[in-house]
T-cell receptor, first 113, second 110 residues
């Protein structure tokens, strides 16, 4: 079935470092979404990308919709302890009269003390 | 503004017992509604989605079922729980691009 390849699976970084993660697919998507999930809570939408080549920022977070429409990346600058969590990408594409949302497996961000 | 509620927040049930999880959305009309399950340390697995009252699509065959008795109410049920049903159950809604999640229900089947 359709799937997104999200990497890395986990990251151990020092506070203050920049973080980069990405999602790729063999399929084209109309929208890319990036979510963050903290332990015991539902995912929260961070950034939505609607157009190929689009670069969008949300505070220290920056995400881009790949030109080929088959990939997206998320960068976090100057990481802080509250950035820990699992980051998910999701790609949206039309299906019949609705749409289909395909999820990546997540990138777990751990900040070393 | 729109809000989404789930209850209960946590649940411990024995194998073979029934299940009913409820999700309600406020502040929007005719949303698409979704049930996901997340195993520990894993990604999201879509279980059911609904585009309207009484309309349910199942993504994964299993011993779970879903119902949508009202526009903004989505219920996940089981007649007999299995150990493998343990996990974190998330309800989500959408009206256009993107999905917005509820706080989740942690289910432990013992």
């Amino acid at each position: 079935g359709q799937q997104l390849n999200q990497s890395p699976q986990s990251m151990f970084i020092q506070e203050g470092e920049d973080v980069s993660m990405n999602c790729t697919s063999s399929s084209i998507f109309n929208t890319w979404l990036w979510y963050k999930q903290e332990p015991g809570e539902g995912p929260v939408l961070l950034i939505a990308l609607y157009k190929a080549g689009e670069l969008t920022s949300n505070g220290r977070l920056t995400a881009q919709f790949g030109i080929t429409r088959k990939d997206s990346f998320l960068n976090i600058s100057a990481s802080i302890p509250s950035d820990v969590g699992i980051y998910f990408c999701a790609g949206l594409r039309p299906m019949d009269s609705n749409y289909q949302l395909i999820w990546g497996a997540g990138t777990k961000l751990i900040i070393k003390p | 503004s729109q809000t989404i509620h789930q209850w209960p927040a946590t649940l411990v049930q024995p194998v073979g017992s029934p299940l009913s999880l409820e999700c309600t959305v406020e502040g929007t009309s005719n949303p698409n509604l979704y049930w996901y399950r997340q195993a520990a340390g894993r990604g999201l697995q879509l279980l059911f989605y609904s585009v309207g009252i009484g309309q349910i699509s199942s993504e994964v065959p299993q011993n779970l079922s879903a119902s949508r008795p009202q526009d903004r109410q989505f219920i996940l049920s089981s007649k007999k729980l299995l150990l493998s049903d343990s996990g974190f159950y998330l309800c989500a809604w959408s009206v256009a691009n993107g999905q917005y999640f509820g706080p989740g229900t942690r289910l432990t089947v013992t």
